[in-house]
């Protein structure tokens, strides 16, 4: 059987206007129309030779950092715009969700919305008719179904956009990050949902998130694109943890020693783990178990040393400053190791800056970012989006009612 998509050589150039414009009366902008423009242009691939194939029913998680072209690639597949140059063979029919309001018009009502998109989708009036009542009931809205859709909520057009495009039967459902915006009742609506469709493997999705555990959750296949290249596809297990071994820039212990300027104590190597073991780190890092940092040192000259190390996030906000007491070191190799408990990171990127410290008071070097890492929430959850704080530890447990 052939695949339901097909993706060859798919490239994707915007260009960027150089020429800054002055402010300009309207005589002079009409002028202008008409003028020969020689401005400099820079061009810019969002997009570069993606070449993949999706089979029918399958599930695939589409991931990368912001700015990698996950969202120009379903803008593609979605034929709102048009690659510059390779080509897609699609064997079924595209619904998309993309943002709120896409592909509704404003001053039409919910109703009058729902047998558009259907129609849009290729759909006979009758498959409609057949699906309108699950839609509505799905979303919510039943209450302001003939109300113009431009006196929705942005989380009711979200609901019902969800609803069109999960229950009208088109073949190929592309979903991007519009489902973190809800609230926790939708999400577990909507994942219940995709799960439903993922179980009866007659629908296929392609599905785009920053969330690590959805992906692995929702998907059994993954494409991972960066600068606009693909960077890995296949087992989901496989490329999101190569996504996250590529976010988490660690230490460079080749080069750690020469960062060391100063000529009495320096970094040998650092090792981050979630096992019993002292190794480097080789894969992911999960919010349910407790993280070993080692820190290795080499002393040169004997004298009283401590290390400190400042903890933060991504963005360097500071969550706290480490410090191990005072040791007396002879010359020679030594290692400290630093437990973060399991459950206490929120799904974030963080970093750590490392001082070495004469006598608990004289910093003889800093390094800065010497290591990062990405947590994931591995946890069961009914909902998929961000939780607040740099740090989530789980302090409340549940008492039973004493009879």
Same mark, same amino acid.
């Given at each position: 059987?052939?695949? @339901?998509?097909? @993706?060859?050589?798919?490239s994707?150039?915007?260009?960027?206007?150089?020429?800054?414009?002055p402010?300009l009366?309207?005589?002079?902008?009409? !002028?202008?129309?008409?003028?020969?423009?020689?401005g400099?242009?820079d061009?810019?691939?969002?997009l570069k030779d993606?070449?993949?194939?999706?089979e029918?029913g399958?599930?695939?998680?589409i991931?990368?950092?912001?700015?990698?072209?996950?969202?120009?690639?379903l803008?593609?597949l979605?034929?709102i715009?048009?690659p !510059?140059k390779?080509? %897609?063979?699609?064997?079924g029919r595209?619904a998309s969700?993309? =943002?709120?309001g896409?592909?509704?018009?404003p001053e039409?009502?919910?109703?009058e919305?729902?047998?558009m998109n259907?129609?849009?989708?290729?759909? *006979?009036?009758?498959?409609?008719?057949k699906?309108?009542?699950?839609?509505?009931?799905?979303?919510?809205?039943?209450?302001?179904i003939?109300?113009p859709?431009?006196?929705?909520?942005?989380?009711?057009?979200?609901?019902?956009?969800f609803?069109v495009?999960?229950?009208?039967?088109?073949?190929?459902?592309i979903i991007? =990050?519009?489902?973190?915006?809800?609230?926790?009742e939708?999400?577990?609506?909507c994942?219940?949902k995709?799960?439903?469709?993922?179980?009866k493997?007659?629908r296929?999705?392609l599905?785009?998130?920053?969330n690590?555990?959805?992906?692995?959750?929702?998907?059994?296949?993954?494409?991972?694109?960066?600068?606009g290249?693909?960077h890995?596809?296949?087992?989901?297990?496989s490329?999101?943890?190569?996504y996250?071994l590529?976010?988490?820039?660690?230490?460079? /212990?080749?080069n750690l020693?020469?960062?060391?300027?100063?000529?009495?104590?320096?970094?040998?190597k650092?090792?981050?783990?979630?096992?019993d073991?002292?190794?480097?780190f080789?894969?992911?890092i999960y919010?349910s178990?407790?993280?070993n940092?080692?820190?290795?040192?080499n002393?040169?000259?004997?004298?009283?040393? /401590?290390?400190?190390?400042?903890f933060?996030?991504?963005l360097?906000?500071?969550?706290? /400053?480490l410090y191990t007491?005072?040791y007396?070191?002879?010359?020679?190799?030594?290692s400290?190791?630093?437990?973060i408990?399991e459950?206490?990171l929120n799904?974030?990127i963080?970093k750590?800056?490392l001082? +070495?410290?004469?006598?608990?008071?004289?910093?003889?070097e800093?390094i *800065?970012?010497?290591?990062?890492?990405?947590v994931?929430?591995?946890?069961? *959850?009914?909902?998929?989006g961000?939780?607040?704080g740099?740090?989530?530890?789980?302090? %409340?447990t549940? +008492?039973?009612e =004493?009879?």
């Amino acid at each position: 059987m052939k695949p @339901i998509l097909e @993706i060859e050589n798919i490239s994707k150039r915007f260009f960027i206007n150089k020429e800054q414009q002055p402010y300009l009366s309207l005589r002079e902008s009409i !002028t202008n129309t008409f003028k020969f423009k020689s401005g400099r242009k820079d061009d810019f691939w969002a997009l570069k030779d993606i070449t993949f194939n999706v089979e029918a029913g399958e599930s695939l998680g589409i991931i990368g950092k912001n700015g990698a072209g996950k969202s120009t690639l379903l803008k593609i597949l979605s034929k709102i715009t048009p690659p !510059t140059k390779g080509r %897609i063979i699609s064997r079924g029919r595209i619904a998309s969700l993309l =943002e709120v309001g896409t592909g509704f018009h404003p001053e039409l009502s919910g109703r009058e919305n729902i047998f558009m998109n259907g129609s849009i989708l290729g759909m *006979r009036k009758a498959e409609i008719i057949k699906n309108f009542d699950a839609i509505v009931d799905f979303s919510g809205v039943r209450q302001f179904i003939d109300t113009p859709l431009k006196h929705y909520s942005s989380g009711m057009q979200l609901r019902l956009a969800f609803a069109v495009a999960a229950f009208l039967e088109n073949e190929i459902l592309i979903i991007d =990050e519009v489902l973190a915006v809800g609230d926790a009742e939708f999400q577990k609506k909507c994942m219940g949902k995709m799960k439903d469709i993922n179980a009866k493997g007659d629908r296929t999705v392609l599905f785009v998130s920053h969330n690590i555990a959805a992906i692995q959750g929702m998907c059994n296949t993954a494409l991972y694109l960066n600068s606009g290249e693909v960077h890995g596809y296949g087992d989901v297990k496989s490329i999101t943890s190569q996504y996250v071994l590529n976010q988490k820039e660690g230490a460079d /212990n080749k080069n750690l020693e020469s960062q060391c300027k100063n000529d009495r104590i320096k970094i040998r190597k650092i090792l981050l783990n979630q096992g019993d073991g002292i190794a480097d780190f080789s894969g992911s890092i999960y919010r349910s178990k407790a993280i070993n940092v080692i820190f290795e040192v080499n002393v040169l000259v004997p004298g009283s040393y /401590n290390l400190s190390v400042h903890f933060k996030t991504i963005l360097n906000q500071m969550i706290c /400053n480490l410090y191990t007491p005072i040791y007396d070191l002879n010359e020679g190799k030594y290692s400290f190791k630093m437990v973060i408990p399991e459950n206490f990171l929120n799904d974030e990127i963080y970093k750590m800056d490392l001082f +070495l410290v004469d006598n608990a008071s004289i910093p003889i070097e800093l390094i *800065r970012d010497v290591v990062s890492f990405e947590v994931i929430d591995d946890s069961e *959850r009914i909902w998929y989006g961000k939780f607040e704080g740099v740090i989530r530890p789980d302090l %409340i447990t549940f +008492l039973k009612e =004493e009879s």
